[in-house]
């Protein structure tokens, strides 16, 4: 099947969509570009892991699959950045340009399946997209995030749709999702649940397509696996196993989704974007956009519970089902699994909760009795639409105007000058320092370590070594914006001291 041509309608000319699907594009790449051209805006030690290893994949280092200093999270963003890196050189900019394409492809097939699939007009789909368009500044953060499971399986659930009519495609693609993030399986359980035959006639192709995209899955998958032993730096972490949590943990999980990641998902409170570590003294989000949300979401369900007779049976209706069940399984696993700790960093695992109201919107417009609801969906939908965008232009107009401080770079211009040209650092500064001075210094994580090779060669410099910590650890530490330097190893001064005292002792 061809996914990226539209089919001739009666009712509304191609233009019109092609219009649409144009000015979705364009507020994909403004609240996604901030991120693009001002790395320091949102970039941490996770994200720097996938631009190493879109490094060493440019120089032919070796083979990269997982992501570094574990056995799971599949890399895919780095391969699409490692043409880019021999082309400009390694930069968060280019690190992150092929994520703006995966958002740019998630809209697009979002679009097509609501216009082509649930049979919507292009602007009630357009509509319905505005939830992944333009979301909050905070979730657009996560969707440029280089954190290599945020946008993936958001394309992956969208392209299983698409060729969900070829077993050997949606059976590879199956695979590469999961290994990727295992949130694509939400996607896979909700597609075999619409699919499930209602009559004899179709028991036998139904098990004979889920049979051969399970096969093409599990191959896939070995195959991956057999070739992960022999790539880099592929040990330490297993992905961690769902355990069923007890009703106590059960009820926390409930409350934090509910009081917490929901708000911060739909842009439903005031929150700080440092909160979200966003380099930025803005907000994002409000009660009203919030509000105004849930006044367009509510309008929309009362207008689908007019289909509920035909719903399951209506072709029409299975895309926004198909949303739907995504959504909800996205949050059921969050509330029924989530081990951890609950902060704002845990949106990130349910994203594909965004689903939710795109698909009961989109049943809403598909029912079209009521005029007045309506407009209530539509207008909902824009308020909470400009309040986003308005929180975007606000992070522009602050980058443009007075652009914040890059630590990392200013910290990699001190070590520099002072002629120190390999050390350690702890984790979430080592790595991004380690990325962003490829080549003029030798950094190691003197916590978590991701990267021996790293490791191993500060052992061998034979040069004066820096020592980088977040509080003060040796006599003459100097502070460097937000860190303290030190010239002398504060661990074997630290074991020093401890052996004088012993003796006093």
């Avoid at 979730?139 to 070829?166: D, H, K, M, T, Y």
């Avoid at 619409?194 to 998958?221: C, D, G, M, Y």
């Avoid at 409170?269 to 409000?286: C, D, H, K, R």
Wanted: with cysteine; aromatic share 12%; charged share 15%.
């Amino acid at each position: 099947m061809n996914v990226l041509k539209f089919s001739l309608r009666d009712d509304e000319p191609a233009r019109t969509a092609v219009a649409a699907v144009v000015l979705l594009l364009l507020l994909v790449s403004l609240r996604s570009l901030v991120f693009i051209f001002w790395g320091q805006a949102h970039f941490d030690a996770d994200q720097a892991i996938l631009g190493l290893m879109a490094y060493d994949i440019s120089r032919l280092h070796g083979l990269v699959l997982f992501f570094y200093g574990q056995k799971y999270l599949l890399g895919i963003l780095d391969w699409l950045a490692a043409p880019l890196f021999l082309l400009f050189g390694p930069s968060v900019s280019a690190l992150k340009f092929p994520l703006l394409l995966l958002n740019a492809g998630a809209i697009f097939l979002l679009f097509r399946h609501l216009r082509e699939d649930a049979r919507l007009k292009s602007t009630a789909a357009a509509l319905c997209c505005l939830i992944l368009a333009v979301p909050s500044v905070a979730i657009a953060s996560r969707l440029v995030e280089a954190q290599g499971g945020n946008i993936e399986p958001i394309l992956a659930v969208l392209l299983l749709w698409a060729f969900r009519g070829s077993p050997i495609t949606a059976g590879f693609i199956a695979a590469i999702g999961y290994l990727n993030r295992e949130f694509t399986l939400y996607g896979i359980i909700a597609l075999f649940i619409l699919q499930f035959p209602r009559s004899r006639s179709e028991v036998r192709p139904f098990l004979k397509n889920w049979a051969i995209a399970a096969i093409v899955a599990v191959v896939t998958r070995q195959v991956f696996r057999r070739l992960a032993r022999i790539s880099l730096n592929y040990f330490a972490i297993s992905a961690p196993k769902p355990e069923l949590q007890p009703w106590s943990e059960i009820s926390i999980n409930w409350n934090y989704f509910v009081s917490h990641l929901l708000p911060s998902l739909f842009g439903a409170e005031v929150q700080p974007l440092s909160a979200f570590n966003i380099l930025s003294a803005e907000t994002s989000g409000s009660f009203a956009a919030g509000l105004s949300l849930v006044v367009a979401v509510c309008a929309a369900l009362i207008l689908a519970l007019q289909l509920r007779k035909s719903l399951w049976s209506n072709q029409q209706a299975q895309f926004p089902l198909f949303l739907i069940l995504t959504g909800f399984l996205s949050a059921l696993s969050f509330i029924l699994f989530r081990i951890g700790v609950r902060d704002l960093m845990c949106v990130k695992y349910v994203l594909l909760f965004l689903f939710f109201p795109i698909g009961i919107i989109a049943l809403g417009f598909q029912a079209q009795h009521h005029r007045r609801l309506l407009v209530l969906v539509a207008g909902g939908l824009l308020v909470w639409a400009a309040s986003n965008m308005f929180d975007h232009l606000k992070l522009w107009q602050e980058y443009l105007v007075q652009t914040p401080r890059d630590e990392i770079a200013a910290l990699e211009s001190a070590l520099l000058e002072r002629k120190l040209k390999c050390g350690s650092a702890p984790y979430w500064t080592a790595y991004p320092l380690a990325f962003q001075s490829l080549g003029r210094l030798k950094v190691a994580s003197s916590t978590a370590v991701r990267i021996p090779e790293f490791q191993s060669a500060v052992e061998q410099c034979q040069e004066q070594k820096f020592w980088i910590g977040d509080t003060p650890e040796c006599r003459n530490a100097e502070k460097i914006e937000r860190w303290y330097l030190c010239t002398e190893d504060p661990t074997r001064k630290l074991s020093r001291s401890h052996r004088k005292h012993s003796r006093l002792g």
